[in-house]
């Protein structure tokens, strides 16, 4: 039995690949009521002979690191949608993956939890460059902005 070959969805995922430093700014919500600016790094890699993309990010306010996170990204062939697993340091319980799709130069996730729906955008604005958006609504109508960076790859 040959064994199965990553398609072209799967090395669309490359253009993550690589270690991203950005500027951030947190919104105020009920997980941070002031908000503020951070700054982020984002180290991700393929893995699995080119099926998944491995990302380890850390998030620094106020001269430490404030949070941290661990990604991982997928093509799903039945669903023909990408997958976003992401497990982080204020979150004890596991969420459902966020289902993905490309739209122009954006790659855009979205998932709900108990807590509410979210949505993941990344806009690739030229080489080493992407922007980075979390929203959040609870009914899935009205979204508000819970945190914003610019990344470069270094």
């Known amino acids: 039995m040959e064994m199965p070959k990553p398609l072209e969805e799967h090395r669309r995922l490359e253009k993550l690949a690589g270690t991203w430093t950005g500027e951030e700014t947190i919104f105020p919500s009920a997980w941070d009521p002031a908000g503020g600016p951070a700054t982020g790094v984002f180290e991700a890699r393929l893995a699995c002979d080119g099926f998944w993309l491995v990302a380890d990010y850390a998030e620094t306010r106020h001269g430490q690191i404030s949070y941290r996170g661990h990604g991982v990204y997928g093509y799903d062939r039945k669903e023909q949608a990408y997958t976003m ?29 108990p807590m509410g ?38």
């Open 85 to 113: 697993s992401w497990f982080d340091s204020m979150t004890e319980t596991v969420a459902p993956a966020a289902k993905g799709r490309w739209d122009g130069n954006r790659l855009v996730f979205a998932n709900q939890t």
């Open 117 to 154: 729906h979210s949505r993941f955008t990344y806009e690739f604005q030229g080489e080493g460059r992407y922007r980075f958006l979390i929203e959040n609504s609870q009914d899935g109508k009205q979204w508000a902005r819970m945190m914003e960076g610019q990344y470069t790859r270094r």
